[in-house]
């Protein structure tokens, strides 16, 4: 309810400032004391630009180098999460391959010692059920330390981008904002990722294994 109030809110504000931008064209007298441009007439006039623009999040997540090495990171924590469990797993199957093994052929010396050996296996199985729940505790945290991290960071730059376009308000048109529909030359996506990739260089994290 909160997130929906504030994109509520922040579609009222841009609705706002467009409003203002408008009256402040069509306010101004012209030459021979007449106003301007009537108000339908700015609307439908295509070199008018509003000091709006919106950023396409998923071009601007695929193409900009600092998400690249960031994702990189990732892959590769997910690859070693992956690998640690299952080389738990392996060790748990290959214990309980042998205790069936050796319990269809009467290999334990005591009902005692073939107990004793099923509860080690499940055991194993135990600890490996509380790794994986902390393995992925982990990566869940460190996918949104990253996340955190990423969105501060354009932020910050977005600032600096800004004092030289300025735009009153740059939206963003994941589903969750308050975008519909939009004309194409408010699309800054480019020119943003220029912006961005310009100040960070280059992808610098090496290439997860296997691919």
């Known amino acids: 309810m909160k997130n929906s109030t504030l994109y509520i809110a922040s579609g009222v504000l841009a609705v706002a400032i467009i409003i203002l931008y408008i009256l402040h064209f069509t306010s101004k007298p012209s030459v021979n004391g007449t106003n301007g441009k009537n108000l339908s007439a700015l ?6 630009t509003l000091p709006v623009a919106y950023v396409n999040v998923d071009s601007l997540l695929m193409n900009y180098n600092f998400a690249k090495d960031l994702n990189e990171s990732l892959l590769r924590k ?3 999460t992956r690998a640690t469990l299952n080389q738990r797993q392996g060790q748990i199957n290959s214990a309980a391959a042998d205790f069936e093994r050796k319990l269809r052929n009467n290999a334990f010396l005591s009902q005692e010692r073939a107990q004793q ?9 135990q600890e490996y059920q509380q790794l994986a729940e902390r393995l992925t505790q982990e990566f869940m945290l460190e996918q949104e330390k990253l996340n955190m991290q990423m969105e501060d960071t354009i932020k910050a730059k ?3 981008f800004n004092l030289d376009k300025r735009y009153e308000i740059i939206f963003n048109n994941r589903t969750t904002s308050t975008i519909l529909f939009a004309e194409k030359k408010y699309d800054i996506t480019k020119e943003v990722i ?3 990739n310009s100040k960070y260089g280059p992808v610098t994290a090496a290439p997860a294994s296997g691919k």
Not at 43 to 48: G, V
Request: proline content about 0%; hydrophobic content about 35%; aromatic content about 4%.
């Open 78 to 80: 997910e690859e070693s």
């Open 117 to 125: 050996e099923q509860e080690r296996i499940l055991q194993m199985n």
């Open 158 to 160: 977005m600032k600096e």
């Open 194 to 196: 220029e912006f961005l």
């Open 43 to 48: 609307l439908n006039d295509s070199s008018i």
